[in-house]
């Protein structure tokens, strides 16, 4: 199952199920909204089991794409879990998962704009699979992991590499500016996916290939970071887990290539949807 949301930022959103002729069907009627209030296994379970042709079919045309769940109460991040970016960074491969936070108020659609401070110098982007929790968690085995798990979705971990790594401290400072984390279009259920240790993933910017991976080099996979994060915190239906990035970021060239004022970055993951940014200029009445 495939689930879209639609609204402008700071309005209601319009929740809808994608059938199998890719027409988005309002299931609004069902629930309000699809986030950490109503995710579960219970809306999943009732969603899966709705005749979607009797739903009315919601107009897309010139509507924003929001990111497919409501901003979620914690964004999680592992870093360095791609064995060929490790080796791209010139960094060993990590013994246990890395692990570190964006604000919420990164999240963002999928079509957003990144903001472009005229503080920063190193922007970077990192195209990544995203985990979304589907209920509490704490203490779980792997095998327990996909019971857990609401679906997955394509992020762009937008990284801003000065404040990241030179300016000391936590890598959070790098990772948090508003619209750092396009999210989605679309939120697939783990039964909609063959393997999701083996999808394909790229990332162009201004139509240059920058970034080409997949799943399966993955060093920690999906289950192994469900289960390792909650033996140290309680994961929240709607949690979202960026779970690190395949080579060709920008710090990773040579030499070194950031993104610019005007740049367009497009990125897809194999049966999760494609993103597009363009970078503008931060200023404060954006948000």
Not at 6 to 13: I, P, V
Not at 62 to 75: D, G, S, Y
Not at 91 to 115: H, Q, R, V, W
Not at 180 to 205: A, E, H, K, N
Request: charged share 25%; aromatic share 6%; glycine share 8%.
């Amino acid at each position: 199952m495939r689930l879209m949301r639609f609204g402008e930022r700071l309005g209601k959103k319009t929740p809808c199920v994608m059938d199998e002729d890719g027409n988005a069907r309002d299931v609004s009627s069902i629930v309000d909204d699809f986030g950490p209030k109503t995710l579960s296994p219970e809306l999943i379970n009732t969603l899966q089991a709705v005749d979607l042709s009797t739903l009315p079919i919601f107009d897309t045309s010139e509507k924003r794409i929001a990111p497919p769940t409501a901003q979620p109460l914690n964004i999680w991040c592992v870093g360095l879990n791609y064995s060929d970016h490790a080796a791209e960074a010139g960094m060993d491969i990590p013994k246990e998962p890395i692990l570190f936070n964006k604000s919420t108020a990164t999240y963002c659609g999928p079509m957003d704009d990144i903001f472009y401070s005229s503080k920063m110098t190193k922007l970077d982007w990192e195209v990544e699979l995203g985990i979304v929790i589907g209920k509490t968690t704490l203490d779980i085995t792997a095998d327990e992991a996909m019971d857990h798990i609401a679906g997955f979705v394509v992020v762009n971990d937008v990284s801003e590499r000065a404040w990241q790594i030179e300016r000391g401290g936590q890598w959070v400072k790098g990772k948090s500016f508003p619209n750092f984390c396009p999210t989605g279009p679309l939120l697939v259920t783990p039964d909609s996916i063959d393997d999701v240790q083996s999808l394909t993933m790229s990332l162009d910017v201004n139509g240059e290939r920058m970034q080409s991976g997949n799943t399966n080099k993955m060093i920690f996979d999906v289950k192994t970071i469900v289960s390792y994060m909650s033996e140290f915190c309680q994961l929240e239906a709607g949690d979202l887990i960026c779970t690190g990035t395949p080579p060709g970021v920008g710090m990773g060239k040579k030499p070194p290539k950031y993104l610019k004022i005007g740049d367009v970055v497009n990125l897809e993951i194999q049966n999760l949807g494609s993103q597009r940014q363009k970078v503008v200029a931060y200023k404060k009445e954006a948000l």
